[in-house]
């Protein structure tokens, strides 16, 4: 009765019950699951936890990383947002260092949520729980958003991939901005059409984002992509809640990226063969850390 695949199918059941998305995905979890909503709450509390965990954790201790290629740049960027007017704004600025201290405790083998996916782990929880800072949200609230950003998350998976050895980094930074913009969106007040726009953007800001993890690891330039993951998930919100809409409909957007995503060369998917990890300097690295 709940169940749906698309963005259009999920307008759809939110139209029908009245309902956000966030509510309409955890009805279609319980049907699925069989689980009770009491029980997919408190997991997803926990998963909430988890991410709370490591946001500060990357903010307030001398993280490294196994390959000593990242670590400290989330504290650093935190202190300074704590001691200057940034020109990015506060929000942004806390966003952007929450989504780095997720990443960069991912990087040094840390607990963290894969939102959708390790390499992406930073963007949703930086988003999202900075705006819950600003908006003053509830637990509860902050919960109800994570389901939201679940049911963008089925979309993509169900129509694209959240791969980046499938799909570049588009289907793993991009799809986890699209599901941080949909649930900051509705953690504000907007509307489902809104939340799904917010995704829209997100997704056509980064169409072709390569994957290509200097020496094969989750860390440069991804701990970096995470930030700017989470800016663009933030902005999106903001021009969907300010009632713009994408003039490409949301489920269009993610076939797109998906075409896009089988059309580049298997060199810019993981496999640390192009781009930035086959640099002079990427080289350097990786023949440094694996010989």
């Given at each position: 009765?709940?169940?749906?695949?698309?963005?259009?199918?999920?307008?759809?059941?939110?139209?029908?019950?009245?309902?956000?998305?966030?509510?309409?995905?955890?009805?279609?979890?319980?049907?699925?699951?069989?689980?009770?909503?009491?029980?997919?709450?408190?997991?997803?509390?926990?998963?909430?936890?988890?991410?709370?965990?490591?946001?500060?954790?990357?903010?307030?201790?001398?993280?490294?990383?196994?390959?000593?290629?990242?670590?400290?740049?989330?504290?650093?960027?935190?202190?300074?947002?704590?001691?200057?007017?940034?020109?990015?704004?506060?929000?942004?600025?806390?966003?952007?260092?929450?989504?780095?201290?997720?990443?960069?405790?991912?990087?040094?083998?840390?607990?963290?949520?894969?939102?959708?996916?390790?390499?992406?782990?930073?963007?949703?929880?930086?988003?999202?729980?900075?705006?819950?800072?600003?908006?003053?949200?509830?637990?509860?609230?902050?919960?109800?958003?994570?389901?939201?950003?679940?049911?963008?998350?089925?979309?993509?998976?169900?129509?694209?991939?959240?791969?980046?050895?499938?799909?570049?980094?588009?289907?793993?930074?991009?799809?986890?901005?699209?599901?941080?913009?949909?649930?900051?969106?509705?953690?504000?007040?907007?509307?489902?059409?809104?939340?799904?726009?917010?995704?829209?953007?997100?997704?056509?800001?980064?169409?072709?984002?390569?994957?290509?993890?200097?020496?094969?690891?989750?860390?440069?330039?991804?701990?970096?992509?995470?930030?700017?993951?989470?800016?663009?998930?933030?902005?999106?919100?903001?021009?969907?809640?300010?009632?713009?809409?994408?003039?490409?409909?949301?489920?269009?957007?993610?076939?797109?990226?998906?075409?896009?995503?089988?059309?580049?060369?298997?060199?810019?998917?993981?496999?640390?063969?192009?781009?930035?990890?086959?640099?002079?300097?990427?080289?350097?690295?990786?023949k440094e850390i694996l010989g």
């Amino acid at each position: 009765m709940y169940n749906f695949k698309t963005g259009s199918k999920l307008i759809e059941l939110c139209k029908k019950y009245n309902k956000s998305i966030g509510e309409i995905t955890m009805l279609r979890e319980a049907e699925v699951s069989g689980s009770s909503m009491r029980v997919l709450t408190k997991k997803m509390s926990t998963n909430l936890i988890v991410m709370k965990d490591a946001v500060k954790e990357g903010l307030t201790k001398e993280i490294k990383s196994v390959s000593g290629l990242t670590g400290g740049d989330a504290k650093r960027l935190y202190n300074y947002s704590e001691n200057n007017d940034s020109l990015s704004g506060d929000i942004m600025t806390k966003a952007v260092a929450c989504a780095m201290a997720v990443s960069e405790v991912n990087a040094s083998m840390g607990r963290i949520v894969a939102a959708p996916t390790a390499g992406s782990c930073g963007i949703v929880p930086g988003a999202l729980l900075t705006a819950a800072g600003s908006l003053k949200s509830s637990d509860e609230d902050i919960v109800k958003a994570l389901f939201t950003s679940s049911g963008v998350g089925i979309t993509i998976a169900s129509n694209a991939t959240l791969a980046g050895a499938e799909g570049g980094c588009q289907a793993e930074c991009g799809s986890a901005a699209a599901m941080a913009a949909a649930a900051v969106t509705e953690l504000a007040g907007g509307s489902p059409e809104q939340a799904l726009n917010a995704a829209a953007f997100t997704l056509k800001a980064v169409l072709g984002l390569v994957c290509d993890p200097v020496a094969g690891l989750v860390e440069v330039p991804c701990v970096k992509r995470n930030a700017f993951g989470a800016s663009n998930a933030l902005v999106a919100a903001d021009m969907a809640l300010a009632g713009i809409t994408s003039r490409i409909p949301y489920d269009e957007v993610v076939t797109s990226m998906y075409k896009v995503g089988k059309s580049i060369p298997y060199e810019l998917k993981e496999t640390a063969k192009g781009g930035l990890a086959d640099t002079p300097t990427g080289r350097k690295f990786k023949k440094e850390i694996l010989g």
